[in-house]
C-alpha cells in the first residue's frame, strides 16, 4: 500500500516466526522507501533476516537490526535513545515479542516459566509501548500519529488447562490493549489487536524447550495458520486509511473453532 511509504515500523520478536514474517511483509508492500526495525534477543538472525530483505526487495528498504530484550525496561529505554535521528519517528510498533513454556497445571508450574512469560509478554509489551508512544503523542501538533499493534491470542479471549499463565499473561495483553485505545480516544494514534490461533513457528519448540517431536504433535492432522497470513493481516491493518482502525481480530486456520476446538485428519 502506497500509505506506508516513508513510514518507519518497529518489530519486536523479528528474529522468527511472525515478527520476521512481518518484516519481509512490510518489505514486500513498500519496497520503494521504508525503515524497518527489527529487534529481538537473536541478533545474528536479526542480522540475517535484514540481509535477506534487502536482497529480496533493494535497497528502498533500510533495515536497522538492534539486539533488545524487550523485558529489560532500562535496555528498552537506552535503545529508544539511541536511535540514530532517521530512525527516531516510529510510525507502527508491533508488539509481537512473546512466549509460552510448558504446559503444566497451576501448581506445578515453574517460579522462572512463570516470570519469564510475564516479563516478556505483559511487561515488555508495555515496556515498548512506554518507551515509543511519547514521540507518537508529540507530533502533529499534539493530536499524535502512529499505530500500535498488539498480538494477543486466541489463548486471552478462551483460556484453556495447561496454559493458565500464557493465558493470563494474553488476557493482559487484551486488556491493556482495550485501554490503551480508550485513553487514546482524543489522538490520532490507533491501537489495534490481533489474536491468532494456532499458527506453526518456533512458537511450540519454545514451549517444549526445544523438543520437536512434542512440538510437531501440537500441528498432527491440522493445517495450522503460517506467519505470513499473520503477517498480511499485520500489513493490512497499518496499511489502511487513516481513520480506519482494525481494533480487533481473531484468526483461525480452517479446522479451528476455538483454543481447544481442532478437527484433526489423523
Ligand atoms: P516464535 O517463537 O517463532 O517467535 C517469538 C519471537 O519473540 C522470537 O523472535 C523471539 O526472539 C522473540 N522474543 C522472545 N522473548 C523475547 C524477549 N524477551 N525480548 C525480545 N524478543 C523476544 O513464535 P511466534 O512467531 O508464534 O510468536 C509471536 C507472537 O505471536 C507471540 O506473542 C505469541 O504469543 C503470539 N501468538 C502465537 C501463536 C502461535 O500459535 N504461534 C498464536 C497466537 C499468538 P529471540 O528469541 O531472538 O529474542
Ligand atoms: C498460541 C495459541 O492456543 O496454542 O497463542 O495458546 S495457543
Known amino acids: 500500500s502506497k500509505r506506508l511509504d516513508g513510514k518507519t515500523i518497529l518489530i519486536t520478536g523479528a528474529s522468527s516466526g511472525i515478527g520476521r514474517s512481518t518484516a519481509f511483509e512490510f518489505a514486500r508492500t513498500s519496497p520503494q522507501n521504508l525503515k524497518l526495525i527489527l529487534t529481538a534477543r537473536r541478533i545474528d538472525s536479526l542480522n540475517q533476516i535484514a540481509a535477506e530483505i534487502v536482497q529480496e526487495v533493494g535497497a528502498g528498504v533500510r533495515v536497522l537490526p538492534v539486539q533488545l530484550d524487550v523485558s529489560n525496561a532500562q535496555e528498552v529505554r537506552e535503545f529508544v535513545s539511541k536511535l540514530p535521528a532517521e530512525f527516531k519517528e ?6 509481537n515479542a512473546g512466549l509460552v513454556k510448558g504446559v503444566a497445571k497451576a501448581p506445578e508450574i515453574a517460579e522462572d516459566d512463570v516470570e519469564i512469560m510475564f516479563k516478556t509478554n505483559v511487561t515488555g509489551l508495555i515496556n515498548m509501548t512506554q518507551a515509543i508512544l511519547p514521540s507518537m503523542l508529540a507530533r502533529n ?126
Open 141 to 266: 501538533n499534539g493530536e499524535g500519529s502512529g499505530d500500535i499493534i498488539n498480538i494477543g491470542s486466541i489463548a486471552g479471549r478462551e483460556p484453556y488447562p495447561g496454559g493458565s499463565i500464557y493465558c493470563a499473561t494474553k488476557a493482559a495483553v487484551r486488556s491493556f490493549t482495550e485501554s490503551l485505545r480508550k485513553e487514546l480516544i482524543a489522538k490520532r494514534i490507533r491501537v489495534i489487536g490481533i489474536d491468532p490461533g494456532q499458527v506453526e513457528t518456533e512458537f511450540s519448540v519454545v514451549r517444549f524447550n526445544g523438543d520437536k517431536s512434542k512440538a510437531d504433535a501440537v500441528y498432527a492432522g491440522c493445517e495450522p495458520l503460517t506467519p505470513d497470513d499473520i503477517a498480511e493481516t499485520i500489513v493490512f491493518a497499518a496499511g489502511r486509511r487513516e481513520n480506519v482502525i482494525v481494533a480487533d481480530t481473531l484468526l483461525f486456520p480452517n479446522h479451528q473453532a476455538s483454543a481447544t476446538i481442532m478437527h484433526r485428519k489423523l
Open 90 to 95: 516510529i510510525d507502527v510498533l508491533v508488539n
